[in-house]
């Protein structure tokens, strides 16, 4: 049985990982849950998976939660501090990291340096802190199993011998805007750019799956995960989201990952790992299917274009983009800024950025905070 603790359980991936969990309840055993201020759902989920610890990143949210659950014997806690010491229990042998944003990285490194196994949904704290968090993952013996679909078809396909491998494809769906002319993107709204064709997620990285910033970061990811040159790291556009990564070796023969665009079969083989188990849910199937692959527009999505240029230099400048990034899409999603803007404002604070090669926890912190006070001043200024 594994001892599992879920950050972001009241989220898009933590409430498919329950999904996961609650279809195999004799092979889990969840000790803790965090999450961000959602107390109904909180509550829902501590009443059904009856954890030994909660944590709410916001105070009030946190005693809240206490006063609801005065019937029940568990440990609520509150902010980074609780986090901390949530990922950190003995008890548990893997953490889920299934937060939105940079938020993942304290917690992850604190996991690791614990000696927990991780099951990785959090991009964002590989795009920060790559070589860091990689480094701190071998020190320890622990291993980074991937959620994204992207990287799980990649460590599905690869084959023992790393050096055959010529190249990694990753698939994009080319989000909601993939038709659009660039004139019709420029008037784009939230409402629009929140209704993805294929994928159910959050709405910050269904916003990056609009502009292909998320496929960026996914790219930064896989050279950190699997240790491939920006050169061998290909994206395709698949719209049909049936092939969800490919892995080409040098005798030309490429294996591909198929499945459906459904979240928990990642995250359960992530979970079951080495084993697969038997898939509850719906099957693909290819009957009547048709798959279509095609270059990137990259002047439609000059944010892929970017990311590589920024993971290519490395440093903190990733991690600044990043912080820019969330910055930029949480002021389009209130509607302060038009959606041309997320990209004009991370550009300009990449740009702007003096690059550290400094790989140290509070180096990374510093470009982070830089990154946002400065994308928050761009949004400011329009």
């Given at each position: 049985m594994k001892t599992l603790t879920i950050l972001g359980s009241t989220g898009s991936i933590g409430r498919q990982t329950l999904d996961v969990v609650n279809e195999a309840t004799e092979k889990f055993e969840v000790f803790g849950l965090a999450a961000a201020r959602n107390v109904d759902l909180m509550e829902e989920q501590i009443r059904r998976f009856r954890p030994a610890v909660a944590v709410m990143m916001d105070e009030k949210a946190a005693w809240e939660l206490k006063g609801r659950?005065?019937?029940?014997?568990?440990?609520?806690?509150s902010g980074m501090p609780g986090l901390l010491r949530?990922?950190?229990?003995?008890?548990?042998?893997?953490v889920v990291t299934a937060v939105s944003g940079r938020i993942g990285l304290e917690p992850t490194l604190a996991a690791l340096k614990a000696g927990k196994n991780i099951a990785l949904a959090n991009?964002?704290?590989l795009v920060a802190a790559g070589e860091l968090v990689m480094e701190?993952?071998?020190?320890?013996?622990?291993?980074?199993?991937?959620?994204d679909s992207e990287h799980s078809?990649?460590?599905?396909?690869?084959?023992?011998d790393r050096g055959s491998v010529h190249k990694l494809v990753l698939t994009a769906s080319g989000g909601p805007f993939l038709h659009m002319t660039e004139e019709e993107m420029d008037r784009a709204t939230a409402k629009q750019a929140l209704r993805h064709p294929n994928w159910?997620?959050?709405?910050?990285?269904?916003i990056d799956s609009a502009s292909l910033m998320n496929k960026g970061l996914e790219v930064i990811e896989a050279h950190h995960l699997f240790g491939m040159a920006y050169e061998a790291i290909e994206v395709l556009i698949h719209p049909q989201s049936i092939v969800h990564s490919m892995v080409e070796y040098q005798d030309g023969s490429i294996l591909a990952q198929l499945g459906r665009p459904d979240m928990r079969l990642p995250i359960q083989y992530a979970l079951s790992f080495p084993e697969r188990w038997p898939n509850p849910f719906e099957r693909l199937?290819?009957?009547?299917?048709?798959m279509t692959f095609e270059e990137p527009d990259w002047k439609k999505f000059p944010a892929l274009a970017l990311a590589y240029e920024v993971g290519r230099r490395g440093g903190t400048l990733p991690a600044v983009m990043n912080a820019a990034n969330e910055e930029a899409v949480e002021e389009f999603l209130t509607g302060r800024i038009s959606y041309p803007e997320i990209f004009r404002t991370v550009e300009?604070?990449?740009?702007?950025?003096?690059?550290?090669?400094?790989?140290?926890l509070a180096t990374i912190l510093t470009a982070d905070a830089w990154a946002r006070e400065f994308a928050q001043r761009t949004c400011r200024r329009g």
């Open positions: 659950l005065r019937d029940r014997s568990i440990l609520i806690e949530l990922v950190q229990e003995e008890k548990v042998d893997t991009k964002e704290t701190t993952a071998r020190a320890g013996g622990c291993s980074i199993l991937p959620v078809a990649i460590f599905q396909c690869l084959e023992e159910l997620m959050g709405p910050k990285i269904t199937d290819l009957r009547g299917k048709t300009a604070t990449c740009r702007e950025h003096k690059v550290s090669d400094n790989r140290d």
